[in-house]
C-alpha cells in the first residue's frame, strides 16, 4: 500500500494555502505535518481525505485491497478538530454509531476494548456531555480502533491529552503502523514509531521542504 | 444497510433524548391548533369548515420546526465529516436522517392530529380524513424541507431562512392535502372535490420528493463540502 502525492496546490475559495507539496509514504509510514498556524496543515489532511478538493496535482493511493472505484476517503480515518461526537448520547451509543456507519467488514476492536485502549471502559454509559475536553479527544480516538482502516489522518491528535493519554496514543500509533497502516499527522510533537518524515509547510509561500529524516 | 440503520437510530434517539425536537414540535401543533378558535371566535361551523386546513398549517410548520437543525448540528460537531466518509451513500444519509425526523417528529402529529382535531370541532369522518391525509403527506414535506436543511449547511445560515426557502415549494402538499381532507369533512363537502383525485396526488406528492428529496440533499451537501 503506498500513497503518494505529487504537485498538490491546495486553496480555500480563490486564495492558495499551500503548494506544491510532493511526498509519498508507503506501508507502515508516518508523517508528521509541521508549520506555524495558517500554514495550510488542516487544509492538507482534508484534502488528502477528500474533504475538500485539490486545486492541482495529484493524489494517489493504491496497493492491495484498494479499489479504483471507492473513494479515498473510505480508506482514510479523518481525526480532526471536532470530535463527531453528540453530547446527548451516551459515549457507547456514539461509538456504536461510528462502528456500524463504517460497516461491519472492516470491523477491528469492540467497543469495549477500544474504550479500553483509551483508558475510558468505566465511562461507556455516561452521556458524552459529562465528560471533559481531553476523554471527549480520547472517545474520538477510540473511534480509530473500532474500523480498521490504513490511512489516519489526525489533526493536532494531541491537544487537550493528558501525558498518560499522549503515551496511550503513542502506542496504539506504533500499533497502527506495525500492522501496516500510515499515518499522517499534524503536530508538534514527535511522531512515535520508526523513521519519521518531516513535512513542513510554510505560510503563504510556495514552498516546501522535506527538512529532516530522523530516527526516533 | 448497518451505515442506514445506523443514522436513523441515531436521529430517533436525539430527537427523543433531552433537547431533542420530537416532543417540541408537537407541542407547537398543539400551540397552533389551540389559538385558531380564539383568533375565528365562537363560530362552530366555521371553525370546522377551516378545520383540517388549520391542522395542515398546523403541522408543516412544526414539520419544519426541527428541520434547519438536522444537518447543521452534524456539521458544526463533526458528525458530517464522518458521514462523508463513509462507504454509505450520501443519498441514503440523507434518506436516513428523513426518515428519523418523519418518525420522530411527523408520526406524533399524526397520532395527536385526532385529538387536536376535537378543539376544531371535526366530526368522525373529517378526523379520519385529516389523519389520514396526514399520514401520507407529511413525508412530503419532510423530505422537500430537507433539501432546505442541507442548503442551509452549504449556505451556512439557518431559522427562518429554511421555512422562507422551503414553504413555497410546500404549496401543492397544502394543496392536495387540504382538498382531499375536505371531501370527508361534511363541513365544507359542498366546495371540495371528490376524495380520491387528490388523496391520489398526494401519495405522489409524497413518493415523488421520498426520491428527488434524498438526492438534492445529497447534492447540497457535496456542494458544502470543504
Redesign the interface.
Known amino acids: 500500500m503506498n500513497l503518494s502525492v505529487t504537485d498538490v496546490i491546495l486553496a480555500r475559495g480563490e486564495r492558495q494555502v499551500a503548494g506544491p507539496i510532493s511526498f509519498s509514504l508507503s506501508e507502515g509510514e508516518s508523517l508528521a505535518v509541521r508549520g506555524p498556524n495558517g500554514a495550510g496543515k488542516s487544509t492538507l489532511l482534508r484534502a488528502l481525505a477528500g474533504l475538500l478538493p485539490v486545486e492541482a496535482g495529484r493524489i494517489d493511493l493504491a496497493g492491495k485491497g484498494i479499489s479504483d472505484d471507492a473513494p479515498r476517503g473510505e480508506h482514510c480515518h479523518y481525526f480532526g478538530h471536532l470530535d463527531g461526537l453528540k453530547s446527548a448520547l451516551s459515549v457507547e451509543e456514539n461509538l456504536s454509531f461510528f462502528k456500524q456507519l463504517y460497516g461491519t467488514d472492516s470491523a477491528l476492536l469492540s467497543i469495549e476494548e477500544a474504550l479500553q485502549e483509551v483508558a475510558l471502559a468505566h465511562t461507556s454509559s455516561l452521556p458524552v456531555a459529562y465528560l471533559s475536553a481531553g476523554m471527549r479527544k480520547r472517545v474520538a480516538l477510540a473511534r480509530l480502533l473500532l474500523n480498521r482502516r490504513p490511512l489516519w489522518l489526525l489533526d493536532e491528535p494531541t491537544s487537550a491529552l493528558d501525558t498518560a493519554s499522549q503515551v496511550r496514543l503513542g502506542t496504539m500509533m506504533r500499533n497502527h503502523l506495525g500492522a501496516g497502516g500510515m499515518i499522517i499527522a499534524a503536530t508538534h510533537l514527535p511522531l512515535p514509531g520508526g523513521t519519521e518524515t518531516v513535512l513542513t509547510l510554510e505560510p503563504a509561500q510556495v514552498d516546501t521542504r522535506m527538512i529532516e529524516e530522523a530516527w526516533l | 444497510m448497518?451505515?442506514f440503520?445506523?443514522?436513523l437510530?441515531?436521529s430517533l434517539?436525539?430527537a427523543w433524548?433531552?433537547?431533542?425536537g420530537a416532543l417540541l414540535g408537537l407541542l407547537f401543533f398543539l400551540a397552533v391548533v389551540i389559538i385558531m378558535p380564539f383568533a375565528v371566535g365562537p363560530d362552530l361551523k366555521l371553525l370546522a369548515r377551516i378545520g383540517p386546513a388549520i391542522l395542515w398549517i398546523g403541522a408543516l410548520l412544526a414539520t419544519l420546526l426541527g428541520l434547519d437543525r438536522l444537518f447543521q448540528a452534524d456539521l458544526?460537531?463533526?458528525?458530517l465529516?464522518?458521514?462523508?466518509?463513509?462507504?454509505?451513500p450520501l443519498e441514503l444519509a440523507v434518506l436516513a436522517k428523513g426518515l428519523g425526523h418523519w418518525i420522530a417528529t411527523g408520526v406524533p402529529l399524526i397520532i395527536g392530529a385526532p385529538v387536536f382535531s376535537l378543539f376544531l370541532n371535526l366530526d368522525g369522518t373529517a378526523i379520519a380524513g385529516v389523519t389520514l391525509t396526514l399520514l401520507v403527506g407529511t413525508p412530503a414535506l419532510v423530505f422537500i424541507g430537507i433539501v432546505g436543511s442541507t442548503l442551509m449547511v452549504a449556505l451556512q445560515r439557518g431559522g427562518m431562512l429554511l421555512s422562507i426557502l422551503v414553504l413555497p415549494l410546500t404549496i401543492p402538499v397544502l394543496i392536495f392535502g387540504v382538498s382531499a381532507a375536505n371531501a370527508l369533512n361534511s363541513a365544507s363537502a359542498t366546495i371540495s372535490a371528490p376524495f380520491s383525485t387528490p388523496f391520489l396526488v398526494l401519495c405522489a406528492l409524497s413518493l415523488i420528493s421520498l426520491v428527488v428529496g434524498p438526492v438534492a440533499g445529497a447534492a447540497a451537501l457535496r456542494l458544502a463540502?470543504?
Open positions: 448497518s451505515g440503520n445506523a443514522i437510530g441515531q434517539k436525539l433524548r433531552v433537547g431533542g458544526e460537531d463533526g458528525t465529516d464522518i458521514l462523508y466518509l463513509s462507504p454509505l463540502r470543504d
